[in-house]
């Protein structure tokens, strides 16, 4: 019998769901009843209004000694085919040459690259700030700001008051993967396992800033593990409060040694979503990354529990390396097309949610467009053609 009923009665009497609940809702059949249900609560949390932003991805090195076996980015050493770290000429360039006046975010995920010294992420930083001081930097993962604090003798909180004393803003959510110890360990056992992780977290909120936190789902974790990680996600929020989002990220199977694995299913993604909405009831965000759920099943999503899309992007390649074939970027008018066909009113924001524009919802639905008029949009809707990253 579904379990729906009884959840629904706990969260209509306002209830915390346990980890009974969460896995009842990953075991449930009915996905649309399931979806309407998380989509019930975005609705209270948010009405329609469905948030995204401009930003751009930055990778400056993807160097890394840290051997993840779903990873198809990271080059062991400098000097292996592929490996690449900018210098910091090219990449304060990078961000002083992107193209549009109105974005607000960069974003950069980076390998655990063995030879640069600390001061090199602090001029780094102090660079972007110098050449666009508005742009707010999203850098690091909780799993780099440890490899910091060992590597160069420090606590969590002195590498993250030194990075923000350079310039950075707050943080991304990446390297949370399966917090659990049993999947982490055969995952990835050679970084921050997951209460180093939550620890680094901890101590940014801490220190007043924000941070998003994400599950990498869809390998070979089982539903216990992943309300196990929702669980202790919840529960760091309850201790320190600075997540503002979480983001499922779908597991991709090119180019790493996990590539017999088949990929998530757009069910389980959209079940995914909708147990994240329900079960992390202190967490305002959830966001349906288009990069890594594919672009469809994101604006499905929106249906489903999430209230962001994330943004522009533009120059991501950890999935596009791991075989994602979405386009490299989408323009902003793209994804507020995206938004208003599914209903859904655009609002964009900045890193921290602040409204940047709120825009109206569409005067008819999209949908209801002439085929010619839909296909000539079509062709200038991405900002680059689909393709992986070189
Ligand atoms: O840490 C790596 C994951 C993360 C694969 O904070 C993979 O707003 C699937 O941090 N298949 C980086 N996932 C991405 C990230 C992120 C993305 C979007 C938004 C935000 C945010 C953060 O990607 C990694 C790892 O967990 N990842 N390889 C793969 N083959």
């Not at 969460?22 to 059949?29: H, K, N, Q, R, T």
């Not at 930097?137 to 909180?157: D, N, P, Q, R």
């Amino acid at each position: 019998m579904s379990a729906l009923p009884r959840i629904g009665a706990k969260l209509a009497a306002g209830e915390r769901l346990d980890g009974d609940d969460g896995l009842a809702l990953f075991m449930e059949p009915d996905l649309l009843a399931l979806g309407q249900l998380a989509n019930a609560e975005r609705e209270r949390r948010h009405g329609d209004r469905t948030f995204f932003n401009v930003n751009m991805r930055y990778e400056a090195t993807n160097v890394c000694e840290a051997s993840c076996s779903f990873c198809a980015f990271a080059k062991l050493e400098e000097g292996a085919p592929g490996a690449h770290t900018a210098t910091h000429e090219e990449a304060w360039k990078a961000l002083a040459e992107h193209p549009d006046p109105k974005l607000t975010e960069l974003h950069m995920v980076n390998g655990l690259h063995p030879g640069l010294p600390f001061e090199w992420y602090e001029q780094l930083l102090s660079g972007w700030k110098r050449v666009r001081p508005e742009v707010h930097l999203k850098c690091f993962t909780g799993v780099e700001i440890h490899y910091f604090a060992e590597k160069f003798g420090m606590s969590h909180t002195e590498v993250l008051t030194r990075l923000r004393a350079a310039g950075l803003d707050s943080m991304p959510g990446g390297g949370a993967e399966i917090l659990h110890p049993d999947v982490r360990g055969r995952i990835s056992n050679d970084k921050a396992d997951g209460e180093q992780y939550l620890a680094a977290h901890g101590a940014a909120h801490r220190l007043g800033m924000k941070t998003n936190c994400t599950m990498l789902y869809g390998h070979i974790e089982t539903f216990e593990h992943r309300v196990d990680h929702l669980l202790r996600l919840r529960a760091q929020q309850e201790e320190t409060g600075g997540f503002q989002c979480f983001i499922p990220l779908a597991f991709h199977n090119e180019n790493n040694s996990l590539q017999k694995l088949p990929e998530p299913t757009a069910v389980d993604d959209l079940r995914t979503i909708a147990v994240s909405r329900l079960m992390l009831d202190n967490i305002d965000h959830i966001k349906a990354y288009w990069v890594s759920m594919g672009i469809d099943t994101a604006q499905m999503a929106l249906r489903f529990g999430a209230d962001d899309l994330d943004g522009t992007i533009v120059g991501e390649s950890i999935y596009h390396s791991a075989g994602s074939t979405v386009p490299m970027g989408l323009t902003r008018d793209a994804l507020v097309r995206l938004i208003r066909e599914a209903g859904r009113i655009p609002v964009e924001r900045d890193t921290e949610y602040g409204i940047v524009e709120e825009l109206p919802r569409a005067a008819r639905p999209e949908a209801a467009m002439k085929v010619r008029e839909r296909n000539a949009e079509k062709k200038s809707l991405n900002v680059l053609s689909t393709g992986a990253a070189s």
